[in-house]
């Protein structure tokens, strides 16, 4: 089932944070939503783009188990020459197929992600949208800057047709929302957080202790639909916003070349649902110290504090004649 579509103009769109709190039962239900922005959205973007120089990463996909469709993304210090690109994608059935076919070959994900990076212009007038402020407006601005300067925009860059971003939570499963600037489609499949532990479940039995957070993982949908794990499939498009909420799994792939970029942040329930203080077991991912986050001191999120800042900052009025649903 496809998540469902909501439409945003150019106050909501000021006011986002506000906007999806208003919506977050249906983030709920399905793990994610898709925002498409009307004609008066202005957006402050830079006029000079995707200067960045990138190659992509040293990564291929390989199969898990010969007889099921999970796939393990490894890195290698060498790709050959020969390493296997998709060739013309047009659908999820012929990314898979594409994808099962290739089981014996290298298979590069040809992605790579840039933190710190965006293509959004900062210190603009707030009639334009930036996603730098997102995790200022957040309940994340209730930790003061050390807590919010530790967030910041993710440009992610697919280098051409079934590129792959493998599965992926945002840290300390946080929420997180995801901007399109430009090329292919990106067809995402989206885990809800409560499917997460029955999923672990079932991965372990392929390699026991897997990670599901950290790009590590690529399943087939087949593999989820034979063992009844609920999960929503969306397409997005340049200009379209996708929001995923707390904890939810997600994961992707490309129709062509594309440009987007992510951030994360918080709402209430993050805390008050304990997302945020989930004991989760060390993982066995390669990942330096160096480059793991640091852990949010859930304690300075007071309850006082929280309703303070929904009275404040989220009960904003929104144009409810903005929204359609579509996909639901």
Not at 317 to 328: A, Q
Request: hydrophobic letters at 35%.
């Amino acid at each position: 089932m496809d998540i469902p579509t909501l439409k945003i103009n150019g106050k909501d769109l000021q006011n986002l944070i506000s906007f999806i709190y208003k919506h977050e039962q249906l983030l709920k239900e399905f793990g994610a939503v898709k925002i498409q922005p009307n004609i008066d959205c202005q957006l402050a973007l830079k006029k000079r783009r995707k200067n960045i120089a990138l190659c992509p990463c040293t990564e291929t996909i390989v199969r898990i188990n010969k007889n099921e469709p999970v796939y393990l993304a490894q890195k290698f210090d060498y790709i050959d020459n020969h390493a296997k690109q998709a060739s013309l994608v047009t659908d999820e059935c012929s990314f898979w197929s594409s994808l099962s076919c290739s089981s014996n070959e290298q298979r590069l994900v040809n992605t790579s992600l840039v933190p710190n990076k965006s293509f959004f212009s900062e210190k603009t007038s707030r009639l334009y949208f930036d996603i730098h402020r997102l995790p200022y407006q957040s309940l994340l601005k209730l930790g003061g800057t050390k807590v919010t300067r530790q967030f910041v925009p993710c440009v992610k860059r697919a280098f051409g047709p079934g590129a792959i971003f493998p599965m992926t939570s945002a840290r300390q499963r946080l929420f997180s929302i995801d901007y399109h600037h430009e090329g292919g489609a990106h067809h995402w499949y989206i885990v809800p957080t409560r499917e997460r532990e029955i999923l672990q479940e079932i991965i372990d039995h392929y390699k026991p202790s897997m990670c599901l957070d950290h790009g590590q993982l690529l399943i087939d949908p087949l593999i989820l639909d034979k063992n009844h794990i609920r999960y929503h499939r969306v397409i997005q498009h340049p200009g379209e916003l996708v929001v995923l909420s707390a904890g939810a799994l997600a994961q992707s792939f490309t129709e062509d070349a594309s440009w987007s970029e992510s951030i994360a942040f918080a709402l209430p329930s993050w805390i008050e649902e304990g997302h945020a203080s989930v004991s989760v077991p060390r993982c066995q991912c390669n990942i330096s110290q160096d480059f793991l986050p640091e852990i949010i001191d859930t304690s300075i999120f007071r309850p006082e504090l929280i309703q303070r800042y929904i009275t404040s900052h989220l009960n904003v009025t929104t144009d409810d004649e903005s929204l359609t649903l579509k996909g639901s």
